[in-house]
């Protein structure tokens, strides 16, 4: 009885100690995650944690609900209000030297219809390495300030742009348009970022500029956001109903409201003088007082911008010609083998640590087998790697062998992971597991795949809590994710997981129910249906149901203009396994698939299936068919009974004859151009 009496005593005093050392590692955590002004050494404060560690582990049913080791709030948590973006947020294809830059030219002259020889307008800036920013200017005031998300919806952070230079409230002259968006990179200074990180501690320093930048502007706080130094330069326009002609006449009236754009952009008619911008901008890197990656081109008229539109993420317009990466040697330690989302099995080389342009590289990706056999890359030996931007660092080449160099690198004869069957496909370097449907690496893979920012988008769920649940068996297929809630009591038990953290992940999943097709299309993980096939199969069937009905009628699937033979394979594939078809009803229970929003226009050819054939005279054959598509047509490569037009140009083939055996209306493409007229 004495004994028990102890215990209690003891455990008394043990729980107590637990509740400061919470609170003291919560307070210190507060002042060096928030507000950047530590009050103890990095010492003391890893006492304290070891401290807590040590209790916890022995007394594992003392451990607090909110203790130090709760993931709360930040990790899991709708931080910002999401923002739908007037017109999207693209991106940009990446060049790395001359004949990128004249393949990109060829390509964009071939699309306008254009002779060789014609000379094409390019405006050139360097590319600032930070985060892009949508501002959203009402009759001249500061609606909002968004980040790019996925392009389309993005994260509202107007209250943490306030003290940003080079973004007005308000902006200077008069006659603004109605609705302007203004798009710019938001950065730090070389200088203030070193500023900034010199008063952090050690292990919270930011590794580079660019991530410093973001850590400060998605901060929930905006009084921190208010104190770093953040600078905004706009590079591009989004939604407006002003005409400007040129980039740069935008950019002038940017310069009368009093908004920054590069002072170092240049106009080109030819190629070798766009090469010689970028020699002399790289030239200027390092004393430029911010971090640029690259130059990037874009045509001068906005015209042409009109008329080229995008492909995937990427304007046909412009390109980012990028410096060549940052380059260092180091020691390979190990050599993993990873299993991705399809099956692909990367081998990985794990590094002594090093430092790289101000980051730090651990691993480094060999690519394939193929690789490891040229390069004769072995453990031990001393490696040439590289790393460019948000690209996984490389291992370029050997430097120098190991001494003992018996242990070659032979691609695995099983999954490392599922211990299934690999195999290589003919034209591909890649191995892979074929174990589609059981291995736990590429089942894993798709759980995180769908759950990501491009699929169906549930803030805050990364791959530590899916494989957290995964092993637990928790979640095993995407559909089990809408029945977490049946496992509440066994998870708020985990480590890590509390009250907080569970709400805001119901929350989240349950935000992320709303979901439009071709997201739904793409997040499923069907192989080769990326964004842009997603968004294909989207338009051409509408809604959900239809999408199901027609995905394993080949004759329905070859039809559709831009979909290749391994697409439709895998579609078909993905449809007829049993699984598959359960995981779909199931998702369809439970979330509300809105269908595909064609273009709201009056267009004469909204909704019509047309046929090109022959050769077009005016316009390249991707012109006009990315103008059909824009008009809301779908273009498919036969005719059939369903064509609402053939439009027929110079030699046109045997479809112009099937058209005229189906009665089809036939079009010349004079016709045709009279009808899209604006
Ligand atoms: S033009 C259609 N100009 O680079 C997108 N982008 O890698 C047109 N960036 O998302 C962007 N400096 O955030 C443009 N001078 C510049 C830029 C720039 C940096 C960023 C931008 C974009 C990313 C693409």
């Not at 083998?337 to 590289?361: H, K, M, S, Y």
């Not at 004869?413 to 370097?429: I, L, M, R, T």
């Amino acid at each position: 009885m004495i004994k028990k009496n102890n215990i209690y005593k003891e455990e008394e005093e043990i729980k107590k100690r637990l509740e400061k050392l919470s609170r003291i590692i919560n307070k210190h955590n507060l002042l060096y995650h928030q507000k950047d002004k530590p009050k103890i050494s990095d010492k003391e404060y890893d006492d304290y944690v070891k401290e807590n560690n040590k209790l916890e582990k022995q007394y594992p049913h003392l451990i607090l609900n909110n203790g130090p080791n709760t993931i709360v709030g930040s990790s899991i948590s709708n931080k910002f209000k999401k923002i739908e973006h007037k017109s999207a947020m693209l991106s940009l294809a990446n060049a790395f030297n001359k004949k990128d830059l004249s393949d990109f030219i060829e390509r964009l002259k071939k699309f306008l219809n254009l002779e060789e020889k014609t000379n094409i307008s390019f405006i050139g800036e360097p590319k600032i390495d930070g985060l892009s920013l949508n501002l959203l200017y009402e009759n001249g005031k500061l609606k909002t300030a968004s980040t790019r998300g996925d392009g389309k919806i993005g994260e509202d952070v107007s209250n943490n742009i306030i003290n940003v230079i080079g973004i007005p409230k308000q902006l200077n002259g008069w006659k603004h348009p109605k609705e302007i968006e203004i798009r710019g990179e938001i950065f730090l200074n070389k200088k203030d970022f070193i500023k900034l990180n010199s008063n952090l501690q050690e292990k919270h320093k930011f590794s580079n500029p660019r991530n410093a930048a973001a850590g400060s502007l998605r901060q929930l706080d905006p009084n921190i956001t208010k104190t770093r130094p953040l600078r905004f330069i706009a590079h591009g326009l989004g939604y407006t109903k002003k005409k400007y002609m040129t980039v740069n006449e935008f950019y002038s009236e940017l310069k009368l409201w009093g908004i920054p754009n590069s002072n170092l952009t240049k106009t080109f008619n030819s190629i070798d003088s766009m090469m010689d911008y970028y020699h002399v901008i790289e030239k200027k890197r390092s004393s430029l007082k911010y971090d640029i990656d690259g130059v990037v081109f874009k045509i001068h008229s906005y015209d042409l911008h009109d008329r080229l539109g995008f492909v995937g993420k990427n304007p046909r317009w412009a390109i980012a010609l990028k410096f060549s990466a940052e380059k260092t040697s180091t020691k390979i330690i190990d050599i993993d083998f990873q299993v991705g989302r399809t099956g692909a099995i990367t081998p990985v080389g794990r590094l002594e640590e090093v430092n790289i342009g101000g980051v730090l590289v651990s691993n480094a990706t060999l690519h394939n087998f193929d690789e490891i056999a040229k390069k004769d890359i072995r453990i031990g030996d001393i490696v040439q790697i590289q790393r460019a931007g948000d690209v996984i660092p490389q291992v370029i080449k050997v430097i120098e062998k190991a001494k003992n160099r018996n242990n070659i690198i032979s691609p695995p004869k099983f999954c490392p992971v599922c211990n299934g069957n690999v195999s290589k496909e003919k034209d591909e370097a890649i191995l892979r597991c074929i174990n589609q449907y059981n291995c736990d690496a590429q089942k894993i893979g798709q759980l995180v795949h769908f759950v990501s920012k491009q699929g169906i988008n549930i803030d805050g769920f990364g791959v530590k809590q899916i494989k957290q649940f995964y092993d637990l068996n928790f979640i095993k297929k995407i559909d089990d994710i809408f029945l977490i809630d049946m496992h509440k009591n066994n998870i708020l038990e985990l480590d890590g997981w509390g009250d907080q953290s569970y709400n805001n992940l119901i929350k989240s999943i349950d935000n992320s129910k709303k979901i439009n097709l071709e997201r739904f299309i793409f997040a499923i993980g069907i192989r080769y249906v990326g964004e842009t096939i997603s968004t294909l199969l989207a338009k051409e069937f509408l809604n959900i149901d239809n999408f199901i009905n027609n995905s394993k009628n080949y004759e329905r699937l070859i039809n559709i203009d831009g979909l290749g033979p391994k697409a439709i394979d895998s579609i078909v594939d993905y449809f007829s396994n049993t699984l598959n078809q359960k995981t779909i009803l199931n998702l369809i229970k439970k979330l509300t698939i809105s269908n595909f929003r064609k273009p709201q226009s009056s267009s004469f050819f909204n909704n019509k299936s047309i046929v090109f054939t022959g050769s077009l005279l005016k316009l390249s054959r991707d012109e006009a068919k990315h103008l059909a598509r824009e008009l809301g047509a779908t273009i498919t490569s036969t005719v059939s009974k369903r064509t609402d037009y053939v439009i027929v140009g110079d030699k046109p083939g045997s479809k112009a004859k099937k058209a005229m055996e189906l009665k089809i209306p036939i079009m010349t493409e004079d016709d045709w151009l009279n009808k899209i007229k604006p």
